[in-house]
């Protein structure tokens, strides 16, 4: 349990090529007490091939980025994201869109791609089955994309449907 008032998220490291986000809770300006975001935001899940091989030996040989994070899955779907105001602390948090590689995302994303761009959004990918697939997306639209499980963000923004843009305090499509 963290004990405390939780003053700063530290992004350790956020690496668009290899698509991780290192993410520790510092707390208030003592680092013994910290503790790594990740599991609380759910944003990169292992997959369960990964996860076994680090149980089963110490010295397992390191996995790739592909191997130990893809495909990334979600229970969030193509559909229709009905606009609404976020009550809470997430208002002020920098504008994040959520899309897949299906069609319908590809049309929102040729659609907003110039509106994303000038807000500096950042894109997660959910429901896709590699790096090279986001690389490929992130090339084409121009704007930063990183893969996404987002059940927390599921929760937290009662979405159950993406594309959806987060933003200002809204969640729109």
Not at 69 to 91: C, E, M, R
Request: include cysteine.
């Amino acid at each position: 349990m963290i004990k405390g008032a939780l003053t700063t998220i530290l992004i350790s490291s956020f690496a668009l090529n290899c698509a991780m986000a290192d993410l520790v809770v510092v707390s208030k300006g003592n680092d013994a007490n910290s503790v790594a975001a990740a599991p609380y935001l759910n944003i990169l899940k292992p997959t369960k091939a990964f996860e076994l091989q680090q149980q089963k030996r110490k010295d397992a040989k390191p996995m790739s980025i592909e191997q130990a994070y893809f495909p990334v899955k979600s229970n969030l779907t193509a559909g229709k994201v009905l606009k609404h105001q976020i009550n809470n602390h997430l208002d002020t948090m920098p504008a994040i869109f959520i899309v897949s590689n299906g069609p319908d995302s590809l049309r929102w994303l040729n659609a907003n791609a110039e509106y994303l761009k000038k807000i500096g959004a950042i894109g997660m990918v959910t429901n896709i089955d590699s790096q090279s697939d986001i690389n490929r997306m992130t090339k084409h639209y121009g704007i930063a994309m990183i893969p996404g499980n987002l059940e927390g963000i599921k929760k937290t923004l009662g979405l159950s449907h993406y594309p959806a843009l987060i933003y200002k305090g809204w969640v729109t499509q």
